[in-house]
């Protein structure tokens, strides 16, 4: 080491160690020049007379680990391995720790909150990775509330600005399914109820996809639905023998908890596959209760697409049924052929005759066989105008026309005199009333259910079935003509106020209050 | 139906909260003697009182700071905390109604349609942020109006806001969004 050196002072490389009592130095033999110091940069004779020099300070480096971080560390890769995650998860998962711990936002937080900031940075690495993974499994490894850790969790991502996906549904599936212990080779349970992890976990998956496109998942803690679709595809793999079994006991024999919203999630799941298993024709024939209704699941899972396009297409027509267009049709080939034909004839008792009987009688039956959905249809695209339009129109320039080129002018002055305002007449009071009276029952049902055919759609269940009154209005429109800037009544301010016989009783309440302990 | 054909929206408010200032200390206990329709949290140091007309229920603090939550509009806001302050007034503080500042507001919204939240998200990702384990709701952060909504599957939107134009904004900024993500028929 020391034959290359040569010293900076005198030139010479004559260079030596030399124990100077008992710290080592390299002194330059020919001058004394002492090149440089020891190894050891303290000794204990230093460190007792106060010249101490940190340890972060002997390394060189001014920011190097405190012990609080390489125990976080630590901590993160241990959970890292705990959860058996591939390699470079953990480094992902240190380096947003080592953000996380020099942001001041979490320098003086409770350790309970430092513990939960190592599971963030791993959940948050694993979202990222398209690692499925629940809250619930982080928050149990590092004993933390949930509320704690979803508020942590959500300062992080925004301090650290980081962009977490969501979940992917199939994955979490798939990993759920495989901590159901019924579904694993070795498990001591009755033969019926072992079933293979592939088959089961395919079914479920499709049973999932099932209900996230009839809004059974959106908005809602996956779990819970994982869990009643997985019993319900277990179920339905041999509906025989497995029919019997609850699904608290199916969460029991496979050993995983039950979360309490996957009863209501499991009614959910059978409602909408019986509202699908109408449309299969093979089914149309049986009567299916939401037990019964499990053993098709493979059919109905088979079929899925199309049985959500057929419930879904009979929807449409149910809503569109009896449009305006055949409104019109229906109109124009009653009331306009009628009259037309009729007037051809020529005879004005005729005429009248049937103007009054067909005319009015058609337009009648015409629109009273238009249903309810026919009118809120019609409700939607104006229908009172466009028929009124349409009649007052269409009739009398017909009826004009034809009066003009076929008859004599004795039946025009009469027609136009009887049977035009009568018919007109008759016409504007019977269609306008009726139409009238079926579209205030229209919006009367409309108002009363915005939703009529939630039997077939596929709604979100709290629209089908609201458990909210309808947001009442606390003061009528008339409060928007309030400006803050009223003068104030002294009789407003007094009704707030006691008066002072009032304060005076109050007040002997409360001496009587003070006593009665004393007493 | 397109995203940019007129569709009247309602926008209920449900709460607007305002602080304002007495410039004087006021004396809680005297408060809690003499005022109706009165709490007194001792040992958190503040009277809580409500008011009937507009209905608001006000936080009073010694300092003379006060803060009004409840009304439904701004100008319900300012009345419902003069009046509080005629009130305090009239107990023989020196009250002067000063600082009135309306710091929040709460409305709510309801879309004609159904959102498909996942996809919602999937679109707008660094300014939403969806966690089914945690909240039903979609959480839309925008901030340059300061505001924040929570968007429903069903439709609802849950708007705070600084003021109620902000709110407004915010609505309107958001439909042609939620538009997008409506429920699709397969």
């Known amino acids: 080491m020391s034959g290359a050196k040569q010293c900076p002072d005198c030139g010479s490389s004559d260079i030596v160690e030399d124990a100077h009592y008992s710290q080592d130095q390299v002194?330059?033999?020919?001058?004394?020049?002492?090149?440089?110091?020891?190894?050891?940069?303290?000794?204990?004779?230093?460190?007792?007379?106060?010249?101490?020099?940190?340890?972060?300070?002997?390394?060189?480096?001014?920011?190097?680990?405190?012990?609080?971080?390489?125990?976080?560390?630590?901590?993160?890769?241990?959970?890292?391995?705990?959860?058996?995650?591939?390699?470079?998860?953990?480094?992902?998962?240190?380096?947003?720790?080592?953000?996380?711990?020099?942001?001041?936002?979490?320098?003086?937080?409770?350790?309970?909150?430092?513990?939960?900031?190592?599971?963030?940075?791993v959940y948050i690495t694993c979202r990222q990775h398209q690692w499925p993974i629940t809250m619930a499994t982080i928050c149990s490894l590092v004993y933390a509330k949930k509320e704690l850790f979803a508020s942590i969790f959500l300062s992080i991502v925004q301090v650290l600005k980081l962009d977490v996906p969501s979940v992917s549904l199939q994955n979490l599936v798939m990993s759920h399914c495989r901590s159901f212990k019924l579904f694993k080779d070795s498990c001591e349970v009755p033969s019926h109820y072992a079933e293979k992890l592939d088959t089961v976990s395919e079914r479920t998956v499709q049973t999932v996809e099932l209900a996230y496109e009839t809004w059974l998942v959106t908005g809602r803690h996956p779990i819970p639905i994982i869990t009643a679709a997985a019993y319900i595809s277990w179920q339905s793999l041999l509906p025989a023998r497995r029919l019997s079994c609850s699904l608290s006991r199916f969460c029991k024999?496979?050993?995983?908890?039950?979360?309490?919203?996957?009863?209501?999630?499991?009614?959910?799941?059978?409602?909408?596959?019986?509202?699908?298993?109408?449309?299969?024709?093979?089914?149309?024939?049986?009567?299916?209760?939401?037990?019964?209704?499990?053993?098709?699941?493979?059919?109905?899972?088979?079929?899925?697409?199309?049985?959500?396009?057929?419930?879904?297409?009979?929807?449409?027509?149910?809503?569109?049924?009896?449009?305006?267009?055949?409104?019109?049709?229906?109109?124009?080939?009653?009331?306009?052929?009628?009259?037309?034909?009729?007037?051809?004839?020529?005879?004005?008792?005729?005429?009248?005759?049937?103007?009054?009987?067909?005319?009015?009688?058609?337009?009648?039956?015409?629109?009273?066989?238009?249903?309810?959905?026919?009118?809120?249809?019609?409700?939607?695209?104006?229908?009172?105008?466009?028929?009124?339009?349409?009649?007052?129109?269409?009739?009398?320039?017909?009826?004009?026309?034809?009066?003009?080129?076929?008859?004599?002018?004795?039946?025009?002055?009469?027609?136009?005199?009887?049977?035009?305002?009568?018919?007109?007449?008759?016409?504007?009071?019977?269609?306008?009333?009726?139409?009238?009276?079926?579209?205030?029952?229209?919006?009367?049902?409309?108002?009363?259910?915005?939703?009529?055919?939630?039997?077939?759609?596929?709604?979100?269940?709290?629209?089908?079935?609201?458990?909210?009154?309808?947001?009442?209005?606390?003061?009528?429109?008339?409060?928007?003509?309030?400006?803050?800037?009223?003068?104030?009544?002294?009789?407003?301010?007094?009704?707030?106020?006691?008066?002072?016989?009032?304060?005076?009783?109050?007040?002997?309440?409360?001496?009587?209050?003070?006593?009665?302990?004393?007493? | 139906m397109d995203a940019d054909s007129d569709v009247a929206l309602d926008i209920i408010i449900t709460n607007v909260v305002c602080v304002f200032r007495t410039r004087c200390h006021l004396n809680l206990r005297k408060i809690a003697l003499e005022g109706l329709n009165v709490i007194y949290k001792r040992e958190v140091g503040k009277v809580l009182m409500k008011l009937r007309k507009p209905r608001i229920t006000a936080t009073i603090w010694s300092s003379g700071k006060i803060i009004c939550t409840g009304a439904t509009s701004e100008e319900e806001a300012k009345v419902g905390a003069r009046r509080l302050a005629r009130s305090l007034q009239k107990l023989g503080f020196q009250v002067k109604f000063t600082e009135f500042k309306v710091v929040n507001v709460l409305a709510v919204c309801t879309m004609p349609f159904e959102i498909r939240l996942a996809e919602f998200t999937k679109q707008n990702r660094p300014h939403a942020s969806y966690e089914p384990e945690l909240h039903p709701a979609v959480c839309y952060?925008?901030?340059?109006?300061?505001?924040?909504?929570?968007?429903?599957?069903?439709?609802?939107?849950?708007?705070?806001?600084?003021?109620?134009?902000?709110?407004?904004?915010?609505?309107?900024?958001?439909?042609?969004?939620?538009?997008?993500?409506?429920?699709?028929?397969?």
Not at chain 1, 65 to 91: A, E, H, W, Y
Not at chain 1, 109 to 118: F, G, H, L, T, Y
Not at chain 2, 144 to 169: E, H, N, W, Y
Request: proline residues 4%.
């Open chain 2, 141 to 186: 952060r925008i901030k340059s109006l300061r505001t924040t909504l929570q968007i429903f599957s069903t439709g609802s939107i849950t708007v705070t806001g600084p003021d109620v134009k902000s709110v407004a904004t915010a609505i309107e900024q958001i439909y042609p969004f939620v538009f997008e993500s409506r429920k699709a028929i397969l």
């Open chain 1, 253 to 519: 024999l496979s050993d995983v908890d039950l979360p309490p919203p996957s009863a209501i999630r499991l009614r959910e799941l059978q409602g909408t596959l019986i509202k699908l298993s109408v449309y299969l024709p093979w089914l149309k024939v049986l009567s299916l209760n939401k037990k019964t209704v499990v053993q098709h699941l493979g059919d109905l899972l088979r079929h899925r697409v199309f049985l959500l396009r057929k419930a879904l297409a009979v929807t449409e027509a149910e809503l569109s049924r009896g449009t305006l267009a055949d409104t019109e049709a229906q109109l124009s080939r009653g009331t306009l052929a009628d009259t037309e034909a009729q007037l051809s004839r020529g005879t004005l008792a005729d005429t009248e005759a049937q103007l009054s009987r067909g005319t009015l009688a058609d337009t009648e039956a015409q629109l009273s066989r238009g249903t309810l959905a026919d009118t809120e249809a019609q409700l939607s695209r104006g229908t009172l105008a466009d028929t009124e339009a349409q009649l007052s129109r269409g009739t009398l320039a017909d009826t004009e026309a034809q009066l003009s080129r076929g008859t004599l002018a004795d039946t025009e002055a009469q027609l136009s005199r009887g049977t035009l305002a009568d018919t007109v007449a008759q016409l504007s009071r019977g269609t306008l009333a009726d139409t009238e009276a079926q579209l205030s029952r229209g919006t009367k049902a409309l108002s009363s259910n915005d939703q009529p055919n939630s039997t077939f759609v596929f709604l979100p269940p709290c629209v089908s079935n609201p458990r909210k009154r309808s947001r009442s209005i606390p003061f009528p429109r008339g409060h928007l003509d309030i400006t803050g800037d009223e003068d104030i009544s002294d009789s407003e301010i007094e009704q707030y106020l006691r008066t002072p016989a009032e304060m005076k009783e109050f007040e002997q309440a409360l001496n009587r209050d003070d006593e009665l302990p004393n007493a």
């Open chain 1, 27 to 121: 002194v330059c033999a020919d001058c004394g020049c002492i090149l440089s110091e020891g190894l050891i940069t303290t000794t204990a004779a230093e460190e007792s007379h106060l010249q101490a020099v940190r340890f972060a300070d002997s390394t060189g480096e001014n920011d190097s680990m405190t012990v609080s971080k390489l125990r976080g560390i630590v901590r993160v890769r241990n959970i890292c391995r705990v959860l058996r995650l591939p390699d470079g998860f953990s480094d992902t998962a240190v380096s947003y720790y080592e953000q996380a711990y020099k942001h001041p936002l979490y320098h003086s937080v409770s350790i309970e909150k430092k513990e939960i900031i190592v599971g963030c940075c």
